[in-house]
């Protein structure tokens, strides 16, 4: 991701918060990464670069020596080819600082393609982001990108399974085992970009299959993912007012007026 990285650290770079520390976990690429990353090293004492022994294959191994590492209270994560908006981390702390019983806040992350229609495509309905087992196991309603969590807690849990057979799906994973132990929330505000590649890891995953070693991992049936795409582009039909109102109105007036996020549990 040679071409991308810079974008996505210069939105960390950028955040209007600015008491952050950037873990760049480098799973020994073959490309110029660690040559760009190691510019931003030399010029933010808040940015450091860590690279594995070998490469491991797993997105969960590498988020994990982050998290060993990691000395703050809080923790987001954010994928090489994803893009933070500037309020991101200012707007979930708030969240935090109002409601303290929190132990992971995420919020909306539009789809970013070649296509004009794609952002409008990836919205959702709010009520359907709120995160329980039961709405977990209709589909996966946390982008990882999008998650700022208590370290304390991530850690507990031992951070993300670096079981192969969870590839790509080791985030769903771990949000069912935070479902199980503790309390989150979902902002109805756009925080950022996720990237859909073609060369992504979801498309170079058996995701039927892992999905499954998830489903018997957590003892739970994923209901969501039998549904037939009729079922489905019906859904996202009589979602849509209801996402646009989420976060072109009442997201986008609290971001500029400067008011509470609204929270969603």
Known sequence: MQDLISESIN???NQTYENWEL??????????????VQRYVASDTRIRSIRTCRNTNLPGAARNVGIALAKGEFIAFLDHDDIWRQIKLERQLRVF????SLDLVHSHLMGKSDSKFTSLRTMSNPFR?????ASLSKSNVIQCSSVIAKASLIKHLGGFSEDPDLRAVEDYDLWFRIASRGSSAFISENHGRYRITIGGTLANTNLTE????LANKNGIQLTGYSRSKVRERSATFFDFPLSIYAYFVDGEFRIRTKRNPRIWK
């Open 97 to 100: 600082s109002l409601d303290e």
């Open 11 to 13: 939105s960390v770079v």
């Open 23 to 36: 873990l760049i976990v480098d799973d020994c690429s073959t490309d110029s990464t660690p040559d760009v």
């Open 210 to 213: 892992n999905l499954r070693n």
């Open 129 to 133: 982001r709120r995160v329980t087992r």
